[in-house]
DNA sequence: TACGGATGTGAGATCGATCTCACATCGCGA
DNA sequence: TCGCGATGTGAGATCGATCTCACATCCGTA
């Protein structure tokens, strides 16, 4: 453990200034002398000065990191918007803290009480519970902003960035049944709570809309894993008079969806269409390709880390809400239903 | 901004103790009366007292922060170890923060350089760079615990963790070669360097040891992304006399050899046979699956969590240097060749 | 010439937690 | 009864950077 340590003080002392003049010097505030300032500076330079992060925070309050809290930094939707936001807030001298959440409300809590004892500037979020939020309304009243995305707080009123997760489902099931179906199964998800609920009514409005019944015994449910879908597709589709179609709120739900018809011998779209929420690169590997719903995905972090930033450099104005709208990519998973 | 702030100080006084006294109760050590310690522990808890970790890093000179630094989050591969380190780390009440080299040297460099003035605790890095690399070694000296996952540094001893590269590559061409294949295609990368050189040695030696010429002209080279290896791929099959078989590099350049491939009109296996480095989801949900050589993916980020917990706890013994082997999956992307 | 503003600089306080040291007080054995 | 160790507590220093304030100069102008 050789600590290097090359402080403000030692600079001062190999300038043959105060500290108060090395600061003024390094950090150009204040009145300092042309030749002093130099000689400060070449100092700084020589010793290879690096200034502690840690002390400047105990005096700010504030360490230049961001705390983002998503559902699962393993969901590649996660992924991709961590490396977004980072790229936006290096930008800025900012680092980035990850701290999934896993959807687990308790273990949300926990993360944003150990990050808020951090000193840790602001936040992303995406709240795993609709419901269950009072710590996040806590965290925004003590002052570091917050941001959410994916999913709102109803409660809270800050800046947020989400998807028309309604208005998307809703199109997805409306191009279903523009092609003739009317039994058409849902695969939901019981985690993301407030963004399948969205879905669940796009799904609902769609079918009422068209003046199709709503049938529950079509609508699966299962959380949102690979295998926990493959499971519930297996289910949705055992039962007599299957439905014809499926829709899934989720790109891992789709994969499920995928491995569950395979292994009972649908064919998509021959046997089953198929449409999903959420683009993936999978999606295009598939034979047929499959159609999605998708979500303008590279936009969500670099807007989300802007808007933050813009609350750190102290912007006050009055939260803003952006939802983004989805776009049906037609690939070749559903079929025209001709008849019964 | 309204800032909280219950410090040490307001807990004190709120027990009418001195600070001493309020930190030996909350932190149990020394001498304090049962009574006195009672009073400030209940005045901590009434006021909602937290430790400022900040205030603390000054001191101790460490925050319970680690750095990983990943060629990309995004790589589900990282994303998988990120997740996984995390999940150790929080055991130990230290936090992850995750910064992305991108695979660039430079960004690299200037990423250690900003997380160093942040006394960070300990460091889990996959370096980018096979031989430039002395920024590495330099952190390393000044203390700060470094463990290396995915790829070595020659020229610094600390613990790492990597996977059986060169063997894994070996296996891979075997397998193609015992299927009567001589014509092996391999799909390179030019950017993770010391991962791609060990398996395009696996490539030479299993070639070797089976008698088979080299032929440069059948090593394709790209940026490990979907869309270069797409055109790496089409350019390899373009010319006469193609190979029979292909291996590539990693799971992103499998992904591109198999979208190269179909826009050719070429079908696996029949036209060409597949072997891919690292497992990925999608492996199973083409048609045929893709025979692939998996990392023990699942094994890496929690040892060197592990490790790199150890060294912060001050366990002094030999860097530890674990390679892991890696394990051939037969799925259905190669045929056996009959004659010519 | 003297005075007020502009210009430079340093001493010391501050942020919050922790640690050392000095100073009490108590009890028990000599 | 004295003394010493065990026990309990507080004052102040410390970590490193920054900021306030006070104190020097210097200059130009009244």
């Given amino acids: 453990m050789t600590q290097k340590g090359i402080t403000l003080k030692d600079v001062a002392a190999a300038a043959k200034v105060s500290r108060a003049t090395a600061a003024r010097a390094l950090n150009s505030y204040g009145y300092v002398g042309d030749e002093t300032a130099l000689r400060v500076l070449e100092a700084a330079e ?68 150990s990050l808020r004892s951090l000193s840790i500037r602001g936040f992303i979020l995406a709240p795993t519970s609709a419901t269950d939020n009072q710590h996040i309304v806590q965290l925004a009243h003590e002052g570091a902003p917050v941001v959410l995305i994916d999913r709102v707080v109803k409660e809270l009123q800050c800046d947020s960035v989400v998807v028309d997760n309604e208005g998307g489902a809703r199109e997805a099931v409306d191009y279903l049944v523009s092609n003739g179906h009317d039994r058409i199964g849902l695969l939901r998800d019981d985690s993301r709570i407030f963004t399948a609920q969205e879905r669940l009514a796009g799904y609902q409005n769609s079918l009422q809309s068209h003046g199709i019944a709503l049938d529950e015994s079509l609508i699966g449910v299962a959380r949102s894993t690979v295998e926990h879908a493959v499971d519930a597709t297996i289910r949705l589709f055992s039962r007599r008079n299957r439905p014809t179609a499926l829709f899934t709120v989720d790109s891992l739900m789709t994969q499920g969806a995928l491995l569950g018809l395979r292994s009972m011998g649908l ?11 959420d683009d993936f690169n999978l999606a295009t590997f598939t034979d047929p390709q499959i159609t999605v719903v998708a979500q303008p995905i590279s936009e969500i972090g670099p807007l989300a880390a802007r808007f933050l930033l813009e609350r750190l450099a102290g912007k006050k104005i009055a939260p803003r809400h952006i939802r983004f709208p989805t776009r049906l990519i037609v690939r070749g998973s559903v079929a025209q239903l001709h008849g019964r």
């Fill in 46 to 113: 020589r010793l290879g000065y690096r200034a502690n992060l840690v002390a400047q925070a105990l005096r700010s309050g504030q360490l230049p990191i961001v705390g983002f809290v998503p559902g699962d930094i393993q969901n590649p939707f996660f992924a991709r918007i961590a490396h977004d936001i980072e790229v936006e807030l290096r930008k800025h001298r900012h680092n980035l803290l990850i701290a999934s959440s896993e959807e687990n409300v308790e273990q949300e809590k926990e993360l944003l009480e």
């Fill in 267 to 277: 064919s998509i779209p021959h046997d089953v269409s198929l449409v999903g929420f």
